[in-house]
Nanobody, 120 residues
Framework: VQLVESGGGLVQAGGSLRLSCAAS????????IGWLRQAPGKEREGVSC????????YYADSVKGRFTISSDNAKNTVALQMNSLKSEDTAVYYC??????????????WGQGTQVTVSS
């Protein structure tokens, strides 16, 4: 499994960024793909996940209404559109394979990460 992120950067609070993940070695028919993030001094947090097989999506409460996840199965890519960014969104964002459980999500196989910095 190889996951390569792009699109991070520096943006002012209230701005937008779009992250992209190019996936290989993983079938979108079998696995969901999503995003984790880790801020300095904090634990890694599951941000969003999408399953194109059954249409399920997941968003952490902290990003609901601001972030939108999408996938392009033909290109094996997943994007995360991040709007109304806040300083607390500052983190390294990782693309990851995810699995939906009955009431939770499991993330494994993540990429190298891309830095998102939101200045206030």
């Amino acid at each position: 499994v190889q996951l390569v992120e792009s699109g991070g950067g520096l943006v002012q609070a209230g701005g937008s960024l779009r992250l992209s993940c190019a996936a290989s070695g993983v079938s979108f028919d079998d696995y969901a793909i999503g995003w984790l993030r880790q801020a300095p001094g904090k634990e890694r947090e599951g941000v969003s996940c999408i399953s194109t097989r059954d249409g399920r999506t997941y968003y952490a409460d902290s990003v609901k209404g601001r972030f939108t996840i999408s996938s392009d199965n033909a290109k094996n890519t997943v994007a995360l559109q991040m709007n109304s960014l806040k300083s607390e969104d500052t983190a390294v964002y990782y693309c990851a394979r995810c699995t939906f459980g009955s009431d939770s999500r499991t993330f494994d196989y993540w990429g190298q990460g891309t830095q998102v910095t939101v200045s206030s």
